[in-house]
């Protein structure tokens, strides 16, 4: 018997079609197309949501909880005989996280003394509510970005908001003093190494201090995402939201510096209140993103396929429970 002619050609593509790995449908333009159509998606829900109106009221729970941290900062930072140096360094730090001009904000501290502790209790007290005011601001816009029922009490609502002002302040203080202080660690490794190296060791320094800030940055926000609302959401499905208001969050902290030392100047319209103006606008621009971040992780991870999967999760704890009950 003789081979079909025909026949064997189709046998072999089919053979080398099997062989070699089928390409993925999807190129590098059509991801970032993708990706630029969910973002303006997620902003356009936002708006559905009230995300703006959310946003303000956000901001002006901030701007409230700003000044009565500064003199928290300022009562500690007035127990240390090296009041000064620090403040040059978090001066240093908050000109490279806020808005350019925010850092003379801190000239009030210049001149705080010790503060009775009556008052330091107050001012903390005072701090940690405001703070909760964002957080349950934030909470609001995170459940109508999944479209969820209002299940929580005033009170359970509240203590909620308190926790995350803790569980998120402490990694924020602690990236906060890595940029602060970061250069008085650098300026001693330098000083103990060769300094032939010195131009290197910067720059890994630099690069490793401001990835852990970023880090830091996405683990508070994804701790945000995941406790924030009434259903909790597993952590992979907060990530690329966190991971994205923290990416635009840097970008429009720079681009905001950029424009109030380029073109904008508040100090004359508003004059002294001017660096108080530019932090409102700035927290209201942060406030949005966080809220947009929220809407970003809706859309890939939607109310119902959020409830299959915790569903999904919770029979899984169920059967291992099971299975090591039964051996």
Do not use: C
């Not at 700035?282 to 406030?287: D, K, L, T, V």
Request: glycine content about 6%; aromatic content about 12%; charged content about 15%.
């Amino acid at each position: 018997m003789h081979a079909n002619a025909k026949r064997l050609p189709d046998q072999e593509r089919n053979h080398i079609s099997e062989l070699q790995p089928v390409p993925s449908p999807e190129t590098v333009a059509a991801l970032v197309l993708r990706f630029m159509r969910l973002l303006r998606l997620a902003f356009w829900r936002a708006f559905q949501h009230d995300a703006f109106a959310i946003a303000k009221a956000s901001a002006y729970s901030s701007i409230l909880t700003f000044f009565p941290l500064l003199l928290v900062v300022g009562s500690v930072l007035a127990t240390s005989r090296r009041t000064e140096a620090y403040l040059r360094e978090i001066s240093y730090a908050v000109g490279r996280i806020l808005p350019a001009g925010s850092g003379t904000a801190l000239a009030y501290l210049k001149g705080t003394a010790q503060r009775p502790e009556g008052l330091l209790v107050t001012a903390s007290l005072i701090t940690l509510w405001t703070a909760s005011g964002v957080m349950i601001s934030w909470m609001e816009g995170f459940r109508r970005s999944y479209e969820l029922p209002k299940i929580w009490g005033l009170l359970k609502e509240r203590l909620i908001a308190f926790s995350l002002v803790i569980l998120a302040g402490i990694p924020l203080m602690f990236a906060t003093v890595l940029v602060a202080f970061g250069s008085r660690i650098e300026a001693r490794i330098i000083f103990h190494l060769n300094h032939e190296y010195s131009y290197l060791i910067l720059f890994m320094w630099t690069v490793i201090r401001w990835l852990i800030a970023g880090m830091t940055s996405v683990a508070v926000i994804a701790l945000i995402y995941h406790n924030a609302v009434p259903r909790t959401q597993p952590w992979h499905s907060v990530l690329p939201g966190a991971t994205l208001a923290t990416a635009v969050w840097f970008a429009a902290t720079a681009l905001f510096g950029w424009y109030l030392q380029r073109y904008a100047d508040y100090s004359i319209i508003y004059g002294s209140l001017g660096v108080g103006i530019a932090l409102l606008v700035w927290m209201y621009m942060i406030s949005l993103i966080i809220l947009v971040g929220a809407e970003f992780n809706a859309m890939i991870f939607p109310r119902s396929r959020l409830g299959q999967e915790l569903v999904a999760m919770a029979n899984r704890k169920l059967t291992n429970g099971s299975s090591e009950r039964a051996r």
